[in-house]
């Protein structure tokens, strides 16, 4: 494990889960009964302030998280440095020595 993500910032993820909604269609949520606790290496993406009223701050950061991670998809959430954030794209898994292995997570602030 790299030092990052081993002295990194501590970081929750929740699980993906499916549940039946009214109308008896499958639907994936975030599983509020526990998360995954993890430290994290974060590297800033991209980012716009929203300088005139009616428009949205746009905050995206790259988590790189330890390669022992289950059950986290696009419809899972993170609360890292006191916010929410949503996952923007899929988890992308990087193989490497046993070192360098990470899963690589975009996520969004939400508003």
Same mark, same amino acid.
């Given at each position: 494990?790299?030092?990052?993500?081993?002295?990194?910032?501590?970081?929750?993820?929740?699980?993906?889960?499916?549940?039946?909604?009214?109308?008896?269609?499958?639907?994936?949520?975030? *599983? !509020?009964?526990?998360?995954?606790? #993890?430290?994290?290496?974060?590297?800033?993406?991209? %980012?716009?302030?929203?300088?005139?009223? /009616?428009?949205?701050?746009?905050?995206?950061?790259?988590?790189?998280?330890?390669?022992?991670?289950?059950?986290?998809?696009?419809?899972?959430?993170?609360?890292? *440095? !006191?916010?929410?954030?949503?996952? #923007?794209?899929?988890?992308?898994?990087?193989?490497? %020595?046993?070192?360098?292995?990470?899963? /690589?997570?975009?996520?969004?602030?939400?508003?």
């Amino acid at each position: 494990m790299s030092v990052q993500r081993r002295r990194g910032q501590k970081a929750r993820i929740w699980k993906t889960t499916t549940v039946t909604d009214k109308r008896d269609n499958e639907v994936l949520v975030a *599983d !509020g009964d526990g998360p995954h606790e #993890v430290r994290a290496a974060f590297i800033p993406q991209r %980012s716009s302030k929203a300088e005139v009223p /009616g428009q949205q701050q746009i905050n995206i950061v790259r988590m790189l998280v330890d390669p022992a991670l289950s059950d986290v998809t696009l419809w899972s959430r993170v609360e890292f *440095d !006191g916010r929410q954030w949503d996952i #923007v794209s899929p988890p992308a898994y990087h193989h490497g %020595s046993r070192r360098t292995r990470h899963w /690589g997570i975009d996520i969004r602030e939400r508003p």
